[in-house]
């Protein structure tokens, strides 16, 4: 898989936007964009994922810029509960049977009260 | 519907025993991925199972194994304990789509001493 970069960390207030940004320069046209998130003392979570158009669901936007080699991850209104490490992970769509996440190190998101 | 349930959730053991860790995958979903967590290496991949085969391996020793049920259920053992097989093990569940999400559960986390 193609690999991100991310800020280590980075903080926010709470009820404010978080826009948490990520780098795939080498992104090819079949990767699909993937977020999760871990908080603490728990597994991975899915937050949401992209391939061309930006994406809303209820936890998140995603804003993928036009040449695909960037993203960020938008959390509209962030709350204590949203302290997290957030990843930003490609995977081939047509990886067959290739299912594979691989990790890098992550954001660290702290929401300040 | 249960999410993906691991047991035991804690576990130590000491150097040289073997350990078996088990996981019951969301009702339905016919992959079970598996990955250690460690605060060195961050999230590792470790193997992926799909209907009793083991489809995918990430770079860890053969004392790392594991299998997959007809009914999904995954196990995994690590033989020969070292002390840095001390982390947290995670266990994650898909449909049978490598663009889906994974689902993963809470993890073992595993002590050797």
């Known amino acids: 898989d193609a690999k991100t970069t991310q800020p280590n960390s980075m903080e926010s207030n709470e009820e404010e936007p978080v826009h948490l940004p990520c780098n795939h320069s080498?992104?090819?046209?079949?990767?699909?964009i993937h977020w999760y998130r871990q908080l603490p003392s728990q597994g991975p979570e899915y937050v949401i994922h992209g391939l061309t158009s930006n994406v809303n669901n209820r936890m998140a936007s995603l804003a993928i810029a036009e040449d695909r080699k960037s993203s960020t991850l938008i959390l509209h209104r962030a709350t204590l509960r949203d302290a997290a490490v957030y990843y930003c992970?490609?995977?081939?769509?047509?990886?067959?049977?290739?299912?594979?996440?691989?990790f890098g190190k992550g954001t660290l998101l702290t929401v300040n009260p | 519907k249960a999410g993906v349930t691991q047991t035991p959730r804690y576990l130590i053991k000491t150097r040289g025993q073997q350990v078996t860790l088990s996981c019951s995958p969301i009702?339905?979903?016919?992959?079970v991925s598996w990955y250690q967590q460690t605060p060195g290496q961050g999230l590792q991949f470790l193997f992926e199972?799909?209907?009793?085969?083991?489809?995918n391996k990430g770079n860890f020793p053969g004392r790392f194994s594991g299998r997959q049920f007809s009914n999904s259920r995954s196990e995994m053992n690590v033989s020969t304990l070292e002390l840095g097989d001390s982390a947290l093990y995670l266990c994650a569940s898909t449909r049978d789509s490598s663009y889906n999400e994974q689902f993963f559960g809470p993890g073992t986390r595993l002590t050797v001493l």
């Open positions: 992970i490609l995977r081939d769509r047509g990886g067959g049977s290739n299912y594979q996440l691989t």
């Open positions: 080498t992104i090819s046209g079949t990767d699909y």
């Open positions: 009702s339905g979903h016919r992959s």
């Open positions: 199972y799909f209907s009793e085969t083991q489809r």
